[in-house]
């Protein structure tokens, strides 16, 4: 059955408590999820700079052609970076963490923005002082090791990652992950409610009979509520007892008579 827009309004106010329970379940599991079983994940950033290459009388000469070459340099240097030539120097320096290579890849993420000679380095981990410590040695080392790697030294840091009083999280936010749950819930929620009364094909309206039977309706018995049921049971008897002290004062009159 087709339905139009205020009966779409109607339906979703007529099952709204369907609506609601579905939103509220599944609201409540994830933030229960979001809380208890999942941990937040901290992030912590270093920048680098490809620089050009002195030339052999020790003066820098800024052209286009140098900067292009060091550009072209920042993507086989965001390859080095993880690689074990670099990953595992860090993880000689910190023993303690049992981190394996390729685990330690996945902590590491380098990015670049287009045409510059910057590139962005982060750690990702459970505890932010974690992901400082890790991003600040794959910087250290990377910078130590490209001289060996690539035979120049054309790196600088730019920063490292600074200590922060109150870090934010970057993953598993339990408050973004409820009012995605929440948003996600009450589509999928009105979707079914929609769904269910398009497939059910029962006849409850005068527009259902129309539609069914393709003739016009004549003449139609509202709907009888229990309550209504009982004011009239209490009127008819009104009525009746007013009807036989009616019948008795006339009978009364007519003896008398």
Not at 33 to 46: C, E, Q
Not at 215 to 227: G, Y
Request: charged fraction near 20%; aromatic fraction near 6%; avoid cysteine.
């Amino acid at each position: 059955m087709e339905l139009e827009l205020r009966e779409y309004v109607q339906l979703i106010l007529r099952r709204w408590w369907i609506i609601a329970t579905v939103v509220a379940l599944v609201t409540l599991s994830t933030g229960i999820v979001s809380y208890v079983f999942l941990k937040p994940v901290y992030a912590a950033n270093a920048k680098i700079i490809v620089n050009k290459l002195n030339d052999n009388s020790g003066v820098q000469i800024i052209d286009s052609s140098t900067i292009n070459a060091s550009i072209l340099l920042v993507n086989t240097y965001k390859e080095i970076v993880k690689t074990p030539a670099i990953l595992e120097k860090v993880l000689a320096r910190f023993p303690e963490s049992k981190l394996t290579i390729e685990e330690l890849a996945k902590k590491i993420s380098v990015n670049s923005t287009n045409d510059t000679q910057v590139i962005t380095l982060a750690a990702s981990d459970e505890s932010f002082a974690e992901a400082q410590r890790l991003v600040n040695a794959v910087v250290d080392v990377f910078k130590q090791e490209i001289p060996t790697i690539m035979n120049v030294d054309n790196v600088n840091i730019l920063y490292k990652a600074m200590e922060q009083s109150n870090p934010r999280p970057v993953k598993n936010i339990p408050e973004f992950n409820i009012a995605i749950s929440f948003l996600v819930s009450l589509i999928i929620a009105i979707g079914l409610v929609i769904l269910w009364e398009y497939l059910n094909e029962t006849i409850r309206t005068e527009k259902d009979v129309e539609l069914f039977l393709e003739v016009p309706m004549l003449a139609a018995v509202s709907k009888i509520r229990s309550k209504d049921l009982k004011v009239n049971r209490r009127q008819m008897s009104q009525i009746s007892l007013g009807e036989a002290v009616n019948v008795n004062v006339a009978q009364t009159e007519a003896r008398s008579r």
